[in-house]
């Protein structure tokens, strides 16, 4: 069997795994297996072929992670419209005590709402953007 036919199934084989775990640095390390078979069809010697797959698989699962650090995190499920029907919704809050929360009735309820970072707290309508146990995070609306 040609050298660059095992790297090309070493490539699947990662990329398959990948398929069943959801790593994503698998995926990547698969793009470095590529790169050891692209340099066997150039006719590169095995020490070749696999700094270049050395080189270049370490060099996308680096990449990776810079660029999935530099994202922000993904947003909480409680703050999803489509889990929680009360995302989105509005209410009046009349005044706010000192530690940044405030009763409010909501739903025929007493429920006790909290700001999101980075809000005043002054008296006004707001939105309910999640619901974090019993309590409302809301911005103003």
Request: net charge neutral; no cysteine; proline share 1%.
């Amino acid at each position: 069997m040609d050298e660059s036919t095992m790297w090309w199934l070493m490539a699947a084989a990662l990329v398959a795994l990948e398929l069943f775990t959801g790593t994503f640095y698998l995926l990547m390390l698969a793009v470095g297996l590529a790169a050891g078979a692209l340099a066997a069809h150039l006719g590169l010697s095995f020490s070749g072929q696999l700094v270049a797959a050395a080189l270049i698989g370490a060099a996308a699962v680096v990449i990776g992670h810079l660029q999935r650090r530099k994202r922000k995190g993904d947003p909480s499920v409680r703050s999803l419209r489509s889990v929680n029907l009360d995302v989105g919704e509005t209410l009046h809050v009349d005044n706010w005590q000192s530690d940044g929360t405030a009763s409010v009735r909501y739903r025929g309820a007493q429920w006790t709402a909290v700001l999101e970072q980075g809000q005043v707290a002054e008296a006004g309508n707001y939105r309910v953007t999640e619901l974090v146990g019993n309590r409302l995070k809301v911005e103003k609306a």
